[in-house]
């Protein structure tokens, strides 16, 4: 992301579309900080900044690269 590209943000159905993860397991591993945490941008509303998500995605794909468990 450059300095001129505003983050964005996903909401949950966006976010569990890419990283392909049901809900409760998603939740569970926020809860356990193996995951980004979300952004409250108005009340009763959550949503991840789409560069977190897509790092974790990365991450989870050079685990398997260098052969390492997730």
Do not use: N, Q
Request: net charge positive; aromatic share 4%; no cysteine.
């Amino acid at each position: 992301m450059s300095a001129s590209t505003p983050p964005r943000l996903l909401r949950i159905a966006a976010v569990l579309d890419r990283v392909g993860l049901s809900k409760r397991t998603m939740l569970t591993l926020v809860e356990k900080g193996a995951f980004p945490k979300p952004v409250r941008p108005s009340r009763g509303t959550v949503a991840w900044i789409e560069a977190e998500v897509d790092g974790w995605i990365r991450d989870r794909i050079t685990e398997r690269d260098e052969g390492r468990a997730a």
